[in-house]
């Protein structure tokens, strides 16, 4: 059984960093169009979230669970942000450059939701055990 879940914890993280990086190019492909930057940041952004729903409609059926959806659409959304800020300011980066940083991003967000998902789960234990010497 724990095979089983190491498994799904490498695909979830390999989706998230999938997604990193498909929302990433999409990002940069906009910003290659050099139109206005409340345009491209806008048209970018939709761009992005598009590519993250389809990712996510294409893998639902082998993913199976909201708990990799939901982080999925805040890497969808904050890591082409991440491009709009190196924009702003003044430095444009390279297509394998956004593709590594969206994959990083991903790779960070999976991480750190385990680490709290792991406090978390500490925290309630030690809350139930607590209060089961009361029932």
């Known amino acids: 059984m724990k095979r089983l ?37 806008v048209v970018g952004m939709a761009a992005a979230m598009g590519a993250q729903m389809a990712l996510s409609v294409l893998l639902a059926p082998l993913l199976g669970s909201i708990e990799t959806m939901v982080p999925s659409m805040i890497v969808g959304m904050l890591s082409p942000m991440q491009l709009c800020a190196l924009e702003l300011a003044g430095y444009r980066p390279m297509g394998t450059t956004g593709v590594l940083a969206g994959a990083m991003f991903g790779l960070v ?20 055990r607590r209060d089961a010497r009361f029932a």
């Open 5 to 41: 879940s190491v498994l799904f914890a490498l695909a979830d993280a390999l989706f998230l960093m999938v997604v990193g990086s498909a929302s990433n190019s999409v990002m940069h492909l906009v910003h290659t169009l050099e139109w206005n930057f409340a345009l491209t940041f």
């Open 109 to 128: 967000t999976f991480v750190g939701l385990q680490c709290w998902g792991w406090r978390r789960s500490r925290s309630l234990r030690r809350a139930f």
